[in-house]
């Protein structure tokens, strides 16, 4: 995939003040703002820019191009940037993307923000860990994070915190989105139009709004979609960011003191190479983080960088993740539109302990993919049967199929884990990632309940037939928990600032410091974090550099 051509060539940074490893979601968030104070930084990719003339949304064949080179499963896709994943022990198959803007070129840009109570688990429902940090201190960063790449949606939300206007209208609900908020509404339970990160009106430098083309998870050719590629990329670089793509790490290296030197890489002719910093900044998700942390062993940290109290890589969350698919009798124009852009409910966001589980889950509509997709059904026993009767029944559901996601809170256990494999290698002889991981009786509890609440909401809308998905695999999109935060060093590997407690000049700003998951997508908590974090790497520079320079 060759680099967009619009885009400027960047600087050579031999000697950066900080080094950022990804370029994905919370990657680019910081390299844009550390620049933006005058710090010299260098980012290394293990991807490529991603041209948007040869996206797979561009193609007729996109739905092909899902199965394969556009898959959300690295297994599956086994592209050079990609590295192999060993999740036979996993109830969920981790989903990446690698490449200049990272998953964010794969998100259906579902943007909600976290509640309060998600920061406050362990205090309110006696489970899990609360944060370090609380919603309001990272409220901020939250409304910066939406100036900077653009949200639509609407003020007013009762379930949330009030909170700065959306940058965009929300996206239209369609007639999908008109009929099941009806339902809703029958049945007396919360809903609100999506906050999506994808633009409804122009915004930005060169930025169309939405054109509801439909197959948001492959790409946005025309820079609707907030990816990072497209917002804080294009900015970072203008400001003298220098990003070298097709640049895998292989370890983040100490010095005898056991104090941060900088990185082991290959660059993009396979030739590997040292880059020094005076501080690393890690933004690989929480797979390839503890991967990276494990694979970084040295004298002084046999069990891998950052790892002396063996925290690195347990307390792997995903979500629990469900659906139901509902089949109604009248054209809803359901397959288009933006796929995950419509309306979500959080009737079942907070505990009530009535209903068998602590914690909650969010409700969330999403539309129908393409007529392929439809075909093969949602799941394999629903298929479309071939043969004389197949056109007749394909019509009876294009168009007419809405899905109602569960996405529920995946509580941390320590048995969630990503270690190293001993036998599987990438393609540079670096171990891969092992990936156990089970659904916990909570987790199961809660979906079983949700599932339930999706199906009587499609029936209250109107649906003649519901199918649900209880047993899906690809659905580990949020790769969370596996390097978490917290105020005490014996139990969490870094702080409230993405710092690590055992070496000071490594941050972390991805998903893998999350203590909880939240009942709702994270990646707009990712960014507001690693905004955060790198204002306070700006403000202790200082005492930063110093402590990069002792030890000898």
Request: with cysteine; proline share 8%.
């Amino acid at each position: 995939m060759g680099q967009a051509s619009a885009l400027p060539s960047t600087p050579h940074w031999p000697d950066p003040d900080a080094l950022i490893i990804g370029a994905g979601a919370s990657g680019a968030a910081v390299a844009w703002r550390l620049a933006s104070s005058g710090l010299r930084v260098v980012c290394l990719e293990q991807g490529d820019w991603v041209d948007p003339r040869r996206m797979a949304a561009l193609g007729l064949d996109w739905e092909d191009r899902r199965l394969t080179d556009f898959h959300p499963d690295p297994n599956v896709r086994q592209l050079p940037a990609d590295y192999p994943i060993n999740d036979s022990a996993s109830a969920y198959a981790p989903l990446m993307f690698n490449a200049v803007g990272g998953s964010t070129i794969h998100w259906s840009a579902h943007f909600p923000r976290f509640h309060p109570s998600d920061f406050r688990v362990r205090s309110l429902d006696g489970v899990g860990d609360d944060w370090p940090l609380t919603y309001e201190e990272l409220e901020p960063y939250y409304n910066l994070n939406d100036r900077m790449i653009g949200v639509s949606g609407l003020a007013g939300d009762p379930a949330h915190p009030p909170r700065s206007p959306r940058q965009a209208p929300p996206l239209p609900l369609g007639p999908l989105g008109e009929t099941i908020a009806r339902g809703f509404d029958r049945l007396g339970w919360h809903w609100w139009p999506s906050d999506s990160a994808i633009i409804s009106a122009p915004y930005g430098e060169g930025r169309q709004p939405c054109n509801n083309c439909g197959p948001c998870t492959l790409g946005c050719p025309i820079g609707a979609s907030s990816s990072t590629e497209a917002t804080y990329w294009p900015l970072a670089i203008r400001l003298g960011v220098e990003l070298r793509t097709r640049c895998r790490v292989r370890e983040i290296t100490v010095n005898r003191a056991g104090q941060l030197r900088g990185v082991l890489y290959y660059d993009a002719d396979g030739q590997l190479r040292e880059q020094t910093a005076p501080v690393v900044i890690v933004a690989c998700n929480g797979i390839g983080t503890p991967r990276l942390l494990l694979n970084s062993r040295s004298r002084q940290f046999p069990e891998g960088l950052a790892n002396r109290n063996g925290i690195v890589g347990k307390h792997l969350m995903y979500h629990a993740i469900a659906s139901v698919g509902g089949i109604f009798e009248d054209d809803l124009e359901s397959h288009k539109g933006p796929s995950a852009a419509c309306i979500f409910s959080n009737e079942f966001y907070e505990t009530d302990e009535r209903r068998g589980f602590v914690r909650g889950y969010q409700l969330q509509i999403s539309r129908q993919s393409g007529p392929v997709s439809v075909a093969l059904g949602p799941v394999p026993a629903r298929r479309i049967p071939w043969g004389r009767d197949h056109h007749a029944a394909f019509a009876r559901r294009f168009g007419r199929y809405g899905v109602i996601g569960v996405t529920g809170e995946d509580l941390p256990e320590a048995c969630n884990e990503v270690a190293l494999d001993p036998l599987l290698t990438d393609a540079h002889g670096i171990p891969a990632p092992l990936v156990r991981y089970r659904l916990s009786e909570n987790s199961l509890a809660m979906l079983a309940h949700g599932v339930a609440r999706a199906t009587e909401a499609l029936l209250a809308a109107g649906a003649t037939e519901t199918i649900p998905n209880t047993v899906a695999n690809k659905v580990g999109w949020h790769l969370l928990g596996t390097c978490r935060m917290g105020d005490d060093p014996r139990r969490s590997v870094v702080d409230r600032w993405g710092q690590a407690h055992a070496v000071p000049n490594l941050f972390i700003v991805d998903g893998s410091t999350f203590v909880t998951s939240a009942g709702t997508n994270p990646t707009t908590t990712i960014q507001a974090l690693a905004l955060r974090t790198a204002d306070y790497i700006v403000r202790e520079r200082a005492n930063l550099g110093a402590t990069a320079k002792g030890g000898g």
